[in-house]
């Protein structure tokens, strides 16, 4: 009787750990397949932030050479200094700003002990390009008398990643807690809404959507609405991006920005999203944005895939916008803060 008793408890014992197993099993299935404990391995349970040195590799690679140069010299020539220069405006930094921060560089090397080492040079090189990007203020804002929801408008030509800049920023606002409305005003563009609603669904956020070429202003205008009456504190709005040098598209975004800050709403940001990849282009599209808006801050996507990074250097210096935030990939937490002194530190190391 004893031996049949010691028999069945090990057969219970078996069965228990075969289905912890089991379910474990199981378990790492659902994360391979890519679902994971909170719906996709863009959770932040699982994936850490970005950094900036990782994914700004193909931009230093540009750099590169010419930094080794400098290295390998007692003192930089006149030609090592050139071609820093000419390898910050492969970078995208631009002519004139290469110029001045080759300029800024060299007074400070010259007058740092010991002269035009070569550390030296590189940390006159650092600490020009880090006072040039600093004194901005990058943090997005919200209404300061919490009387109704902040309005963020995005702007930016088709095929930038809009919607999806939207749609993580969404996600990392509504997880920090604040109520959160998605506005789909590119209405002339279906694949956007439908995009921005799965956004909406994936943060937890309310939407509101018009018919297709409906008038971006009032569906805009109904999200705000319809977030005051939630008591939702913030309108993430999404805008129609074509035709970027034409006159109807800058008129209808004055439109949109007019209408929004109407009602219950205050516009406090006005976000402008460019492609990294677009370099020097993306100024000729900035100039235009903020002629017709008031442009508050720029997020920069793509700029893992890019050797162009050198563009935020020329968007600040040249427009006065600060670099608010930056895509450093696909994945929902790869669209981070902007931190200059990173950026610098990334493109030098």
Known sequence: MLLILIVAAAALVILAVSAVLLVRARRGRADDDGRGPRGG???????SQPS????????????SESLASVRSRSSPSEEAWNRLSEALIRADV???????????????????????????????????????LGGHDRSLAYRADEAGPAVWLFVGVNGVGK????????????????????AAGDTFRAAAAEQLASWADRAGAGIVRGSPGADPSSVIYDAVESAAARGAGLVMADTAGRFHNRSNLMEELSKIRRVAAKGAGEVTETLLVLDAATGQNGLVQAREFTEAVDVTGVVLTKLDGSAKGGIVV??????????????????ADDLVPFDEAAFVDALLA
């Open 41 to 47: 391995d863009d959770s932040p349970q699982t994936r």
């Open 52 to 63: 900036l040195r990782d994914r700004l590799a193909r931009t230093r690679a540009v750099l």
């Open 94 to 132: 631009g002519v004139a700003a290469s110029a001045e921060v080759i300029a800024g560089a060299r007074a400070r090397a010259a007058a740092a002990a010991p002269p035009e080492r070569p550390e030296t040079v590189l940390e006159s090189l650092r600490a020009e390009l880090t006072e040039r």
């Open 163 to 182: 919607t999806t800049t939207i749609g993580k920023l969404a996600r990392r606002e509504a997880g920090a807690g604040v109520g959160v409305m998605l």
């Open 314 to 331: 020329a968007v600040q210096e040249e427009l006065g916008v600060p670099v608010k935030l930056v895509g450093l990939g696909e994945g």
